[in-house]
């Protein structure tokens, strides 16, 4: 019964801020890792994030590195993707997704519905 559920997407002005939410049900975040995905229509899905070896801290793509950051509440068990300084290029569905610790970003088990974010003027 494990399970994600991403919120918060929405259409932002260029510039602007979202914050998505993945709520997490049926695991802790102490067994499992929690990235972001996006895909935007006819390109391939990408890794937003991935979190690094070490389980400390987390790299970014090139494309949203400086802009885009991860939090955790644990007693929550949501992973937070804080988005700011929202460019056009950033429109797409976003999913959360989640992989015992470990384990590579690469190949997550478990996947969110995903929630669009459209950057529009």
């Known amino acids: 019964q494990l399970q994600l559920v991403e919120s918060g997407g929405g259409l932002v002005q260029p510039g602007g801020s979202l914050r998505l939410s993945c709520a997490a049900s049926g695991f802790t975040l102490d067994y499992y890792v929690i990235d972001w995905f996006r895909q935007a229509p006819g390109k391939e899905r990408e890794g937003v994030s991935c979190m690094r070896s070490s389980g400390i801290s987390t790299s970014y793509a090139d494309s949203v590195k400086g802009r885009f950051t991860i939090f955790r509440d644990n007693a929550k068990n949501t992973v937070y993707l804080q988005m700011n300084s929202l460019k056009p290029e950033d429109t797409a569905v976003y999913y959360c997704?989640?992989?015992?610790?470990?384990?590579?970003?690469?190949?997550?088990?478990?996947w969110g519905q995903g929630t669009q974010v459209t950057v529009s003027s």
């Open positions: 997704a989640a992989y015992a610790y470990g384990s590579s970003c690469k190949n997550p088990p478990y």
